[in-house]
């Protein structure tokens, strides 16, 4: 006869009430914490396995009680498995017993019917007197991790989708600050073509500037560092002879209206507070078409718009070879553009300064910019670089 081992409850749940194998740290059928430890005790299978079942703060029962009162307790409940098997001499085959409901479909415990055959571990389908081996298989514990994989990864997705489809979902809704508008460049990343598809004509002419087209702007003031800023410039609109040009820092959004020529030759600027300053004739950085050995020069009258103050700039510009330019926006094929302007307000000079600029007409103005400028008082130096970091245009 074979002889085996079973593990008796070890703990019951104070809330419903539920008899559990193994240790365990709360109750798989309700979630509760609170859990009653009750006497281990293993038996010797053929024995009588029936067990009562004690209310809570009362002390768990003898073997020899639990012996003697066995016929009139209420049966056990019956492990997750319980495999029977017959011995050498029965003729019935393996039964596997397993539990018939769950009390939630994630659990990975199941609660069995009870039955006096499952309690007591006969099988009442092999012969009378046949010894039965019970194997008690214990709860493993649950694992949540891929569950909150899983949740974290479709959260993931879901935030990272959700503007554009608000946008879309919404026509009214203005559009996510995140989003950012579509390049127009030749190159969809807002960076140069390479070199090799960069074409150095003997001429330049005057850039078809359109209405979205954009370009980012990074000024070190090397004087001044805490001058230096980011700004972007953005046509906001554009007709036969001017274009407005909307100027936004972008780290304080501050914004001025720029108006030029359309060969980008200043003619005003305005603050939002309104003051500002024009400029009779416009300031004259550029002169289409462009080509090696060209040179201009020009007056030019600079009147704030309340009249304060009325300063007068003397430009002398010269047009060199092409060069290649690496700034952040990408490597181009420029032309060299240098100007000399003295400034001078009632007939004095205040100031001398000279600007050196690399025209691309792929980017459709310049993509980089040296100023030197000294004060004629104090003989004091002042230098900043404007380099291209991004920009979108129409071709």
């Known amino acids: 006869?074979?002889?085996?081992?079973?593990?008796?409850?070890?703990?019951?749940?104070i809330e419903c009430r539920m008899q559990l194998y193994g240790v365990v740290p709360y109750c798989p059928y309700c979630s509760s914490a609170l859990l009653w430890d009750k006497e281990p005790n293993r038996q010797t299978a053929g024995a009588d396995?029936?067990?009562?079942?004690?209310?809570?703060?009362?002390?768990?029962?003898?073997?020899?009680?639990?012996?003697t009162t066995s016929k009139k307790s209420e049966p056990a409940v019956?492990?997750?498995?319980?495999?029977?098997?017959?011995?050498?001499?029965?003729?019935?085959?393996?039964?596997?017993y397993q539990t018939t409901e769950a009390s939630n479909a994630h659990d990975d415990f199941k609660q069995s019917s009870e039955t006096p055959e499952a309690a007591t571990g006969e099988n009442p389908a092999a012969p009378s007197g046949s010894a039965v081996d019970i194997t008690v298989a214990k709860p493993r514990k649950r694992s949540f991790g891929p569950v909150i994989g899983v949740a974290g990864a479709v959260a993931g997705v879901l935030w990272l989708a959700w503007p554009q489809y608000a946008d879309r979902a919404d026509p009214q809704r203005p559009p996510s600050?995140?989003?950012k508008p579509p390049a127009l460049s030749p190159n969809k990343a807002g960076k140069a073509p390479p070199p090799s598809q960069q074409v150095r004509t003997p001429t330049i002419s005057r850039p078809n500037v359109s209405l979205g087209d954009r370009w980012v702007l990074?000024?070190?003031?090397?004087?001044?560092p805490k001058w230096s800023n980011t700004t972007e410039r953005r046509v906001s609109d554009v007709n036969s002879t001017v274009m407005t040009v909307a100027s936004r820092n972008t780290k304080s959004n501050y914004t001025r209206v720029l108006s030029y020529t359309r060969d980008w030759n200043l003619l005003s600027e305005r603050e939002p507070s309104g003051s500002g300053a024009t400029y009779s004739p416009a300031m004259h950085y550029l002169d289409f078409p462009l080509a090696k050995g060209k040179s201009w020069h020009d007056e030019v009258t600079k009147r704030k718009v309340d009249g304060s103050e009325e300063r007068v700039f003397i430009l002398a510009a010269n047009v060199?070879?092409?060069?290649?330019?690496?700034?952040?926006?990408?490597?181009?094929?420029?032309?060299?553009?240098?100007?000399?302007?003295?400034?001078?307000?009632?007939?004095?000079?205040?100031?001398?300064?000279?600007?050196?600029?690399?025209?691309?007409?792929?980017?459709?103005?310049?993509?980089?910019?040296?100023?030197?400028?000294?004060?004629?008082?104090?003989?004091?130096?002042?230098?900043?670089?404007?380099?291209?970091?991004?920009?979108?245009?129409?071709?």
């Open 1 to 13: 006869m074979h002889t085996g081992t079973v593990e008796t409850i070890q703990r019951e749940c």
């Open 49 to 67: 396995r029936s067990s009562k079942r004690i209310e809570p703060g009362v002390p768990a029962p003898s073997s020899s009680e639990r012996d």
């Open 78 to 96: 019956q492990p997750r498995e319980a495999v029977i098997g017959a011995d050498s001499k029965g003729a019935s085959p393996q039964a596997v």
């Open 177 to 179: 600050s995140n989003t």
């Open 218 to 224: 990074q000024t070190q003031d090397h004087t001044n």
């Open 320 to 395: 060199y070879d092409w060069e290649r330019i690496e700034v952040p926006a990408g490597t181009f094929e420029a032309i060299k553009v240098v100007l000399e302007i003295e400034i001078r307000e009632n007939g004095t000079l205040l100031s001398k300064s000279t600007d050196t600029s690399w025209y691309s007409p792929v980017a459709k103005r310049s993509v980089k910019t040296e100023e030197l400028a000294v004060d004629v008082k104090t003989n004091q130096e002042s230098r900043r670089t404007i380099v291209l970091t991004e920009y979108s245009v129409s071709q």
